[in-house]
């Protein structure tokens, strides 16, 4: 069973900065890709950005250059960070974390970020 964890939302001002984390637990073989994705009210969900297990990153232009995801290994963990500066209002949005491993994808349940303006 695998288990995802984040923490790290909130609410900041504009043009400050969170940082979210990711963990995952459990049985997970062969992980492909480790990511961020957000939800906004009446919106689809959208990549944020995500990282591969070979250390690729991939990001929304929307966030290029605000945004930086990284990813780190500990025994049976495996964890992303996603740094975020500059935040926007529009950065506004609940954010998932996804994990694709062995043909699978799971989802975290999200974390609230609210960048008042």
């Known amino acids: 069973q695998v288990q995802l964890v984040e923490s790290g939302g909130g609410l900041v001002q504009a043009g400050g900065s969170l940082r979210l984390s990711c963990a995952a637990s459990g049985s997970i073989f062969n992980i492909n890709a480790m990511g961020w994705y957000r939800q906004a009210p009446g919106k689809q969900r959208e990549l944020v950005a995500a990282i591969t297990s070979g250390g690729y990153e991939n990001y929304a232009d929307s966030v290029k250059g605000r945004f930086a995801i990284t990813m780190s290994r500990d025994n049976a963990k495996n964890t992303i960070y996603l740094q975020m500066n500059s935040l926007k209002p529009e950065d506004t949005a609940v954010y998932y974390c996804?994990?694709?491993?062995?043909?699978?994808?799971?989802w975290g349940q999200g974390t609230q970020v609210t960048v008042s303006s």
């Open positions: 996804n994990l694709r491993y062995s043909g699978l994808i799971s």
